[in-house]
């Protein structure tokens, strides 16, 4: 069996992580493989999942709540970045309106 999940390429050398690290970590503890596609794929954005149908069912979730946590640091690395410039009602803004 096979499932994808999408993400920017410019995640995929998080995921993957030094050397592999985390790529080898997610495939034993999960028994899937996973593929990530080459610079020169097509379509780049594309992971491709590979296994018994659990073991997809968790790589994917791992692979997904990975993308998640990038998403929430880069979203905080920007909003320190903004804070910076135009200072803490930035933030509280943010806080108080989550769902912007």
Excluded: W, Y
Aim: with cysteine; hydrophobic share 45%.
């Amino acid at each position: 069996m096979m499932a994808e999940v999408r993400v920017n390429p410019s995640f995929h050398r998080f995921l993957i992580g030094r050397n592999g690290v985390n790529l080898r970590e997610i495939s034993e503890r999960t028994g899937a493989r996973i593929v990530f596609p080459s610079q020169s794929d097509h379509d780049n954005d594309c992971i491709l999942i590979i296994g018994q149908q659990d073991s997809i069912g968790r790589a994917k979730a791992e692979l997904e709540s990975r993308i998640k946590d990038l998403v929430f640091l880069l979203i905080v690395r920007f909003i320190g970045g903004i804070e910076h410039v135009a200072g803490p009602s930035v933030r509280l803004c943010l806080v108080q309106a989550p769902n912007l």
